[in-house]
Nanobody, 125 residues
Framework: QVQVVESGGGSVQAGESLALSCVIS????????MGWFRQAPGKAREGVSC????????YYEPFVKGRFNISRDNAKKTLYLQMNNLEPEDTAKYYC??????????????????WGQGTQVTVSS
């Protein structure tokens, strides 16, 4: 059974940094495109960033504005998101998942249902 565990969130001041991690166990990791999503209260889930299997393809939604860096360790089945210069608008719960294609407005695959509990990021001004 696929298990997803996100970690690394916290409460910070604007301008500070956080490093998120996501471990997905029991998933056939090979060739999977992975991504980070977030959901703020009262809002729909949105994509943040995605990365291809060999890390050659990386995409960031425009609101990231060069502040985040996505990476992955395939041997450890772990996905990372380094978030710098955080803004109050980044406040949300962050999730990781398998992505259909790493393109603008990317979406999770239709058969990915193993969403984890997420990790809360709270940024105060």
């Amino acid at each position: 059974q696929v298990q997803v565990v996100e970690s690394g969130g916290g409460s910070v001041q604007a301008g500070e940094s956080l490093a998120l991690s996501c471990v997905i166990s029991e998933l056939r990791w090979d060739y999977k495109v992975m991504g980070w999503f977030r959901q703020a209260p009262g809002k729909a889930r949105e994509g943040v960033s995605c990365i291809g299997w060999r890390s050659k393809t990386r995409y960031y939604e425009p609101f990231v504005k060069g502040r985040f860096n996505i990476s992955r360790d395939n041997a450890k089945k772990t996905l990372y998101l380094q978030m710098n210069n955080l803004e109050p608008e980044d406040t949300a719960k962050y999730y990781c998942g398998v992505v259909e294609k790493c393109l603008p407005s990317f979406q999770p695959t239709a058969d990915f249902t193993a969403w984890g509990q997420g990790t809360q990021v709270t940024v105060s001004s």
